[in-house]
């Protein structure tokens, strides 16, 4: 069993930044893409950022400059440094990851950004 947990999310001011962890748990020997996704009321989910094992970043245009996906395989953990927050990042972020040719989700976390 895997799971996704994320941490980090809150309620912060238009400017201000945060940053998201998820930590990949379970029977984990490798793990290929993880990424970060969004979902904001009354709208789909969206890709954020994504970063494959290899390398390499990829970025939605919209947070392009402004958000940072990083990883560490040590600690199956991707991580999202959002800055420059603006009030249209608000919504539920969604961790996910490819392990094992499966994917998987966590459970969302909630980013506000109050204008």
């Known amino acids: 069993q895997v799971q996704l947990v994320e941490s980090g999310g809150g309620l912060v001011q238009a400017g201000g930044s945060l940053r998201l962890s998820c930590a990949a748990s379970?029977?984990?020997?490798?793990?290929?893409?993880m990424g970060w996704y969004r979902q904001a009321p009354g709208k789909q989910r969206e890709l954020v950022a994504t970063i494959p094992s290899g390398g390499g970043t990829n970025y939605a245009d919209s947070v392009k400059g402004r958000f940072t996906i990083s990883r560490d395989n040590a600690k199956n953990t991707v991580y999202l440094q959002m800055n420059s927050l603006k009030p249209e990042d608000t919504a539920v972020y969604y961790c996910n990851a490819l392990i094992h040719s499966s994917r998987y989700w966590g459970q969302g976390i909630q980013v506000t950004v109050s204008s």
């Open positions: 379970g029977n984990i020997f490798s793990i290929n893409a």
